[in-house]
């Protein structure tokens, strides 16, 4: 048995179109927040984006966007699909593993309960989001579920850098206009 997550084609397109490198932390949250945009107008998944990126160099591993709803799969959060992909790509499971530059995860807001724990195991060594507060859930009605209160401590304790508030306007507009299309928001039994 097996199954299979991927990106649309779309999303391939435009990762092929991305240039060699995003040398700033704008340039590459502008481009998360670009898939996350284009996911949900195109009818391919939740208005969700994260992208891996060399941190020093600003060389883009991969953008991937939501694909819960597309694949039947609730864990085909943007976060479990970029991480993933990004790992296949490079050939690890620890994107923090010795001799590999320094890997930085960018997100359209802080990640979910679950994809915390997978940004947290990854490996990855830095985390830049476009916010953190409540505005994702009020505005959208996603259930982003329970995370700990002391969350950016714990990304500090296994040495994970954090970035916040990266372009956060822009990223609060995309969930606004989610919001005004009425697409539809998946929580499992309206969670």
Not at 51 to 56: I, L, N, Q, Y
């Amino acid at each position: 048995m097996q199954f299979t997550l991927s990106l649309p084609d779309w999303a391939v397109e435009e990762n092929n179109r991305l240039p060699e490198r995003l040398p700033t932390l704008e340039d590459r949250m502008a481009a998360v927040i670009r898939f996350s945009r284009l996911n949900f107008e195109r009818g391919t998944g939740g208005p969700f984006a994260a992208g891996v990126f060399e941190r020093d160099t600003g060389r883009p591993v991969v953008i991937g966007v939501n694909r819960v709803m597309a694949h039947n799969c609730s864990s085909a959060h943007a976060e479990v699909m970029t991480l993933s992909l990004a790992q296949q790509k490079l050939g690890t499971w620890d994107l923090g593993g010795a001799g590999l530059p320094v890997y930085q995860f960018v997100v359209n807001w802080r990640p979910c309960a679950m994809c915390f724990g997978a940004t947290l195991w990854s490996g990855i060594r830095s985390l830049v989001i476009a916010g953190s507060g409540p505005e994702l859930e009020q505005i959208t009605g996603f259930d982003e579920g329970p995370i700990h209160p002391e969350w950016d401590k714990e990304l500090a304790k296994r040495g994970i850098e954090l970035v916040n508030n990266v372009l956060t306007d822009e990223a609060v507009k995309v969930y606004r206009d989610f919001a005004a299309s009425n697409s539809f928001v998946y929580n499992a039994r309206q969670g």
